[in-house]
């Protein structure tokens, strides 16, 4: 589909990541944010879970209703296929040794570590 034929009703049907985060004040008031990922400010807020999906899926219609009026580029979410699973990582000398040695202690490969490494800097 060629940019000129995009309008609401594609968009809308794209899978968009949402990102949810619970805040807690001082007080102990709970307060939900949604945000979708791909569009840069697409943010909202609601008291309560079960509101935020419709608060979500509002802002996000909003968000592309004014892009398309302003005739903005819209990104679109990448697909799981767009992602190989491979990536190259230059590390210095000393680091790389370090990582072989601790694999060899853990008994796993180089690969193994480092995807557990990196794996729990994420959580």
């Known amino acids: 589909m060629n940019t000129l034929e995009k309008n609401l009703a ?3 049907t794209l899978p968009y990541t949402i990102e949810v985060i619970q805040d807690r004040d001082d007080t102990g008031q709970v307060t939900w944010f949604g945000r979708v990922t791909e569009l840069p400010g697409c943010i909202t807020e609601a008291d309560n879970f079960a509101e935020l999906e419709m608060m979500i899926q509002d802002a996000k219609q909003s968000w ?3 892009a398309l009026a302003d005739g903005r580029a819209i990104p679109e979410p990448r697909l799981e296929e767009d992602y190989s699973g491979r990536f190259v990582v230059r590390v ?3 680091l790389h040794k370090q990582l072989v040695i601790s694999a060899q202690k853990e008994g796993v490969s180089l690969n193994m570590l480092v995807n557990v490494a ?3 800097g994420l959580a």
């Open 10 to 12: 594609y968009y809308l």
């Open 64 to 66: 592309l209703e004014i």
């Open 92 to 94: 210095p000398k000393s």
């Open 118 to 120: 990196l794996a729990r």
